[in-house]
């Protein structure tokens, strides 16, 4: 089945570190985005990112959806990035809703 | 210019009552999609729905649970006789795309 896979299941962090998480997917995906779902619940959208890279403050993301791949990279890492960061996109074989991979927990040690 | 709004955000059915859960999407948006959240995983797509249409219900569960989007008002997400299992965050989202998640409803069943 179609699948979308993330890595590394959990990262611990001390403050101050920089880091990568990677989404992989088994078919090509439309409208990549990250989120970041806060220790609260809430789902915080981080980028649209269907290709190329974007950057907003100390987080950026590259995309290259010909090899069906996005990092996600979070430098100077604050305790407030603690969270879990999902990546989810459309691929075009399940239809018109986005399929989200399990997430990387993030905990970020001050 | 109010985002997708859910109520209730906390909702608490013993076994075997029904939970009602409601979305609004944003204003100008004609779609709800809805996404089920277990514990410690991703979230899941269930249905996708058009004002008085359902266009795609492939993440449903068989039974019990059904969805309705009425030319007047929120959409419902109705879950006859709760069990434990239906414990979960439920989000809704008003586009496919790039934006646009509720804050959800968290189901407690006990």
């Known amino acids: 089945g179609i699948q979308v896979e993330q890595s590394p299941p959990d990262l611990i962090l001390q403050e101050g570190a920089n880091s990568t998480l990677r989404c992989n997917f088994s078919?090509?995906?439309?409208?990549l985005q990250w989120f970041h779902q806060n220790p609260w619940g809430q789902l915080i959208n981080l980028f649209y990112?269907?290709?190329g890279t974007k950057q907003n403050g100390r987080l950026s993301a590259t995309t290259v959806a010909t090899e069906r791949y996005s990092l996600l990279y979070i430098s100077s890492s604050q305790t407030t990035d603690s969270g879990v960061y999902f990546c989810a996109g459309i691929i075009k074989a399940a239809g018109n809703k986005l399929t989200f991979g399990g997430g990387t927990r993030v905990l970020v040690k001050p | 210019n109010a985002g997708v709004m859910q109520n209730p955000r906390h909702l608490v059915r013993r076994r075997g009552q029904e939970a009602r859960l409601r979305c609004s999407p944003m204003?100008?948006?004609?779609?709800v999609y809805w996404y089920r959240q277990l514990p410690e995983e991703g979230l899941k797509f269930m249905v996708y729905?058009?004002?008085?249409?359902?266009?795609?219900e492939s993440g449903m569960p068989k039974e019990r649970f059904s969805a309705e989007f009425p030319k007047e008002g929120p959409s419902i997400l109705r879950i006859q006789q709760v069990v434990r299992g239906d414990s979960a965050a439920y989000f809704c989202?008003?586009?496919?795309?790039?934006?646009?998640f509720g804050p959800g409803t968290r189901l407690t069943v006990t």
């Open positions: 990112i269907p290709s």
């Open positions: 989202a008003s586009s496919p795309g790039d934006c646009c």
């Open positions: 204003k100008g948006h004609s779609h």
């Open positions: 729905l058009q004002k008085e249409n359902i266009i795609d």
């Open positions: 078919d090509s995906v439309n409208n």
